[in-house]
């Protein structure tokens, strides 16, 4: 039995897990009237995150999904989507595989001056878990294991 456990316990540990990643993008500042990254692609779940570093804008989507400075316009958290001195930081998930383009509304339009895209790739295939086969093979592998425990107990035990 306790060479099952250390079997499942093994598989789980190498087991894929998903994570989001949240990817920076700076808002002008020192590099001037530019979003930088100028494109992202990211993973649907991913996070973009908007950091005014300097100046006078905001970040609006060219099909108007958002509009962002301090907090989002309809966030439900108060947040405005006004251009914006302050250092503000907005944040973003994308959960939609496609292309969102967005621009600064006081220094460029769509696709034109101060302007980026966020390129949200499509969902890889999962890998494919095991078939009937490959569930027997670890069934087979995990009693073997106990089998081999067993005799090992039993043959201290008789040498004792």
């Known amino acids: 039995m306790r060479g099952i456990l250390i079997g499942l316990l093994a598989l789980l540990a190498f087991a894929p897990c998903a994570r989001a990643t949240t990817f920076i993008v700076n808002v002008g500042g020192s590099a001037g009237l530019v979003f930088s990254p100028q494109t992202v692609t990211i993973q649907p779940g991913d996070k973009v995150t908007f950091i005014n570093k300097g100046g006078y804008h905001n970040a609006v989507a060219d099909n108007g999904s958002f509009r962002c400075a ?3 316009d309809g966030d439900g958290h108060g947040g405005s989507g006004n251009a914006s ?10 959960t939609q595989p ?7 509304e006081v220094h460029g339009s769509p696709g034109n001056g101060m302007f980026g895209t966020i390129v949200v790739a499509a969902p890889q295939p999962p890998t494919a878990a095991p078939g009937l086969r490959g ?7 995990g009693v073997l294991v106990l089998l081999a425990g067993l005799r090992l107990r039993r043959n201290r ?4």
């Open 70 to 72: 301090q907090g989002c």
């Open 85 to 94: 001195r302050n250092n503000w930081i907005a944040n973003l998930t994308f």
């Open 98 to 104: 496609g292309t969102i383009g967005y621009f600064c």
């Open 135 to 141: 569930m027997f093979a670890l069934l087979l592998a």
């Open 157 to 160: 035990d008789i040498s004792s």
